[in-house]
Each structure stands twice: as structure tokens, then as C-alpha cells.
């Protein structure tokens, strides 16, 4: 079975910072997607960032990137530059080829000022 | 364009009551899905529908019914609510197959059985 496995269930950076969330999975699929969602206090899940399995280079989305090592099997997010509304709850996701979406246990992040 | 809408926002129930949880969208979307989530833990598959009039299990379905009559809607019924089913519920959205990457989530349904 598929797992995800996020180690860090609580982080605190400075506001300015840069701060790195770790994510790792376990399958033996070869093609699949992994995703970051940012839930707030207000409970909304909101996709940050889609990285998909064949594509080698990490993606990228503002403030927002990814390191994506494949044989390692782990992707963790890095955020440059953090915002106070950065302060969530951070879920890394992996998708399957039954495009079912498989949930790590979330790391809360709090930016302080 | 609303997207995902849910309601209601928050419930209490009484132990063995029974309700429904309401989930529409207007993307004309064929995958629909719901996620229970609980503190400490990822979203946990509940069950989820691929067409109107399909609908298949997913990790937790037990406590759970749902049904699919239209594309817009897919409603979750509790039949005897209990305390362990005291949980943040939420519905998401997608194209089936390929698209399908992109869900999009509803606002929750915050339940509290007693």
C-alpha cells in the first residue's frame, strides 16, 4: 500500500525566512503526481504546488519550490521569503494511476513576526 | 461559478441520529469524492463517484452511505451517528482521468456527534 509520511508535525520560522518541509512516500509505481496543499485556520484546502513523477525538473511556483528526488522517493517544499499568511497546516498528498489521492499527516507551520 | 459548495457549515448531532451532508458543484466535474479529517491525521477516503449513478468505497466507508442521481450532486447520509464519526468533512471535485490531478475542495462540514 501507498503511504506518505510527513516527519515534522510542527515547524517555527522567523518571518523573511526560509523554511523546508519534508515529505516522503512510499510505491512502486513509476508514474503519479505528488501535491502540497496549505490548509489555514479557515479550513479551506488550497493546492500550493503539483509536481508529477515523470517530469525531472522540480516545479516551481513563486515563493513556493519543490526538491522532488524520485529514486529517494521524497519531496519536500522549500518557502522562500515567509509571509505571516503562510501560517497553516501543510499536507503533502500522492496521487496514484487509480488517480486516488493518499494523505501524509500534515505539518504545522507557524511564521512568527 | 461557485466551484464546491457544502452544507451545512457545522452540525451537532445526538448519537444515533441520522442526517445528510450536502455537496454540489456547477464545473460539470465526473469525479466526486469525500474526506474525513480528523486531528493529528491526513484526509481519509471515504467514498467517491466517477459518473452519476456510480459510486464505489474508499478507505473508511463504514457508517457511511452516498449516491450519485445527478452530476452536481453528491450528498453523504449518516445513518446512526456516533461519536467517532465527530470529524471535519470535506467534498472535492475533478474531470475523471486524465485532468483529474486538479481537485478542487469544498469548505467543510465541521460535525460534532455527542
Known amino acids: 500500500a501507498q503511504t506518505v509520511t510527513q516527519s515534522q508535525p510542527e515547524m517555527s520560522v522567523q518571518e523573511a525566512e526560509t523554511v523546508t518541509l519534508s515529505c516522503t512516500y512510499d510505491t512502486s509505481e513509476s508514474n503519479y503526481y505528488l501535491f502540497w496543499y496549505k490548509q489555514p485556520p479557515s479550513r479551506q484546502m488550497i493546492l500550493v504546488i503539483r509536481q508529477e513523477a515523470y517530469k525531472q525538473q522540480n516545479a516551481t511556483e513563486n515563493r513556493f519550490s519543490v526538491n522532488f528526488q524520485k529514486a529517494a522517493k521524497s519531496f519536500s517544499l522549500k518557502i522562500s521569503d515567509s509571509q505571516l499568511g503562510d501560517t497553516a497546516m501543510y499536507f503533502c498528498?500522492?496521487?496514484?494511476?487509480?488517480?486516488?489521492?493518499?494523505w501524509g499527516a500534515g505539518t504545522k507551520l507557524i511564521i512568527k513576526p | 461559478n461557485a466551484g464546491v459548495t457544502q452544507t451545512p457549515k457545522f452540525q451537532v448531532l445526538k448519537t444515533g441520529q441520522s442526517m445528510t451532508l450536502q455537496c454540489a458543484q456547477d464545473m460539470n466535474h465526473e469525479y466526486m469524492s469525500w474526506y474525513r479529517q480528523d486531528p493529528g491525521m491526513g484526509l481519509r477516503l471515504i467514498h467517491y463517484s466517477v459518473g452519476a449513478g456510480i459510486t464505489d468505497q474508499g478507505e473508511v466507508p463504514n457508517g457511511y452511505n452516498v449516491s450519485r442521481s445527478t452530476t452536481e450532486d453528491f450528498p453523504l447520509r449518516l445513518l446512526s451517528a456516533a461519536p467517532s464519526q465527530t470529524s471535519v468533512y470535506f467534498c472535492a471535485s475533478s474531470y475523471w482521468g486524465r485532468g483529474q490531478e486538479t481537485q478542487y475542495f469544498g469548505p467543510g462540514t465541521r460535525l460534532l456527534v455527542l
Open positions: 498528498a500522492f496521487m496514484d494511476s487509480n488517480y486516488q489521492l493518499i
